[in-house]
């Protein structure tokens, strides 16, 4: 159960686009589809942004879209927003009904 | 109003023991696989624990394995987690969160410190 690999931090200007990746292995990322993603704001509960790799939750703008090649799942946010500044944790089913958190990766909207 | 809210949290020595609640609201809490994950201050989010709708299933992280017990109660539409041996590393926020392979729902969590 070893923590999935994200950047420590990403920063990009408002309006521009970033991109978050989140490297696992073939016993989470790679062999299911089942990667989500969750924006902190500090002091505030997580708050889902993406699931099943690609979906998007009801009320969350479309500006979020997550992808996934091989090992490697990525969260992207164009037309950066200043509320989009928070910390970003993609999360991975890694079998037998566990499930294992990147380490998070805090976005900096310059 | 779908609704999350964590209870039970403090302080406790090393090696003691603490039981948190989630009591859950809005929705049909029986229906729904369920989450704790916690977040040690300034740390990252860490999986702690998964249970089935009906109880029979529970998962854990292998570093509460054999200390912590995941319940539930779907008269009282109540998640529990029951806490022993604890140590400094388990000083953490704990949230609850519904769901199965994803959490769309999470409470707003409750503290923990294990501290002597």
Same mark, same amino acid.
């Given at each position: 159960q070893s923590?999935?690999?994200?950047?420590?931090?990403?920063?990009?200007?408002?309006?521009?686009s970033v991109t978050i990746s989140c490297t696992g292995t073939s016993s989470d990322v790679g062999g299911y589809n089942y990667v989500s993603w969750y924006q902190q704001h500090p002091g505030k509960a997580p708050k889902l942004m993406i699931y099943d790799v690609t979906k998007r939750p009801s009320g969350v703008p479309d500006?979020?879209?997550?992808?996934?090649?091989?090992?490697?799942?990525?969260?992207?946010i164009s037309g950066l927003q200043a509320e989009d500044e928070a910390d970003y944790y993609c999360c991975s089913y890694a079998g037998s009904y566990t499930f294992v958190f990147g380490g998070g990766t805090k976005l900096t909207v310059l | 109003e779908v609704q999350l809210v964590e209870s039970g949290g403090g302080l406790v020595q090393p090696g003691g023991s603490l039981r948190l609640s989630c009591a859950a609201s809005g929705f049909t809490f029986?229906?729904?696989?369920?989450?704790?994950?916690?977040?040690?201050?300034?740390?990252?989010?860490?999986?702690?624990?998964?249970?089935?709708?009906? +109880?029979?299933? !529970?998962?854990?992280? *292998? =570093?509460? %394995? +054999?200390?912590? !017990?995941?319940?539930? *109660? =779907?008269? %009282?539409?109540?998640?529990?987690l029951q806490m022993s041996s604890l140590r400094a590393e388990d000083t953490a926020v704990y949230y609850c969160a519904r769901g199965f392979n994803y959490m769309d729902v999470w409470g707003k969590g409750t503290t923990v410190t294990v501290s002597s």
């Amino acid at each position: 159960q070893s923590a999935l690999t994200q950047p420590r931090s990403v920063s990009g200007s408002p309006g521009q686009s970033v991109t978050i990746s989140c490297t696992g292995t073939s016993s989470d990322v790679g062999g299911y589809n089942y990667v989500s993603w969750y924006q902190q704001h500090p002091g505030k509960a997580p708050k889902l942004m993406i699931y099943d790799v690609t979906k998007r939750p009801s009320g969350v703008p479309d500006r979020f879209s997550g992808s996934k090649s091989g090992n490697t799942a990525s969260l992207t946010i164009s037309g950066l927003q200043a509320e989009d500044e928070a910390d970003y944790y993609c999360c991975s089913y890694a079998g037998s009904y566990t499930f294992v958190f990147g380490g998070g990766t805090k976005l900096t909207v310059l | 109003e779908v609704q999350l809210v964590e209870s039970g949290g403090g302080l406790v020595q090393p090696g003691g023991s603490l039981r948190l609640s989630c009591a859950a609201s809005g929705f049909t809490f029986s229906s729904y696989w369920m989450h704790w994950v916690r977040q040690a201050p300034g740390k990252g989010l860490v999986w702690v624990s998964h249970i089935n709708g009906d +109880g029979t299933i !529970t998962t854990y992280a *292998d =570093s509460v %394995k +054999g200390r912590f !017990t995941i319940s539930r *109660d =779907s008269a %009282k539409n109540t998640l529990y987690l029951q806490m022993s041996s604890l140590r400094a590393e388990d000083t953490a926020v704990y949230y609850c969160a519904r769901g199965f392979n994803y959490m769309d729902v999470w409470g707003k969590g409750t503290t923990v410190t294990v501290s002597s």
